[in-house]
């Protein structure tokens, strides 16, 4: 059972667009900074949003991470066949004294 | 660039002790910034913080696991070191080290090791 709650799956066709929701709590989300994780399968997760919503040089603006409240949501437009992936949220928990993550969503691209 | 390389066996009794080490390149460990990460992630399961490590020897531990597991490093040899205690079956996982800014209210990993699958069994 993971602190953060993502929906474990969703697709969309190329081309189209997609979010991907994390939902948390104030002690999590709601009062520390949310990052997102992309994992291609048999390789390690990889950094495409920090801080709820700056992307590191080498994540495509296509990727964009928005956050209200006690939730966070990573964008993407123009999904592209290789955006096939497992994507996590991830943040601090103050109450946990813990770095805690949702339980992951698989993107297929149709 | 900052590149991470776990090592260690990949086969462990049961209620034996599982030790990894993470070596670093490209960046001295004891340059401080940033907290030095284990995370697992069990087979087909999602990601669990295991704990860090700063270059001071500070460490914080996912409370879960905090009774087994110590992280150490070695800024000599640029490395950090991960032990988990009296192994079961649900130790079975891949071993991740991950580089974290040393910031407030983030836990944000920037830089990951290509892991390393523990599997627990006699």
């Known amino acids: 059972q993971s602190v953060l709650t993502q929906p474990p799956s969703v697709s969309a066709a190329p081309g189209q667009n997609v979010t991907i929701s994390c939902s948390g709590s104030s002690s999590n989300i709601g009062n520390n900074y949310v990052s997102w994780y992309r994992q291609l399968p048999g390789t390690a997760p990889k950094l495409l949003i920090y801080d709820d919503h700056q992307r590191p040089s080498g994540t495509p603006d296509r990727f964009s991470g928005s956050k209200s409240g006690t939730s966070a949501t990573l964008g993407i437009t123009g999904l592209q066949t290789g955006d096939e992936a497992d994507y996590y949220c991830g943040t601090w928990d103050g109450s946990l004294s813990a770095g805690v993550f949702g339980g992951g969503t698989k993107l297929t691209v149709l | 660039q900052v590149q991470l390389q776990e090592s260690g066996p990949g086969l462990v009794k049961p209620s034996q002790t599982l030790s990894l080490t993470c070596n670093v390149s490209g960046g001295s460990i004891s340059s401080g910034g940033y907290y030095w990460n284990w995370i697992r992630q069990h087979p087909g399961k999602g990601l669990e913080w295991i704990g860090y490590?700063?270059?001071?020897?500070?460490?914080s531990y996912n409370p879960s696991l905090k009774s087994r597991v110590t992280i150490s490093v070695d800024t000599s040899e640029n490395h950090l070191s991960l032990k988990v205690t009296s192994v079961t079956a649900a130790d079975t996982a891949v071993y991740y080290c991950?580089?974290?800014?040393?910031?407030?209210?983030?836990?944000?990993?920037?830089?990951w090791g290509q892991g390393a699958l523990v599997t627990v069994s006699s």
């Open positions: 490590i700063y270059y001071s020897g500070y460490t």
């Open positions: 991950a580089r974290q800014r040393a910031a407030l209210r983030r836990a944000e990993f920037d830089n």
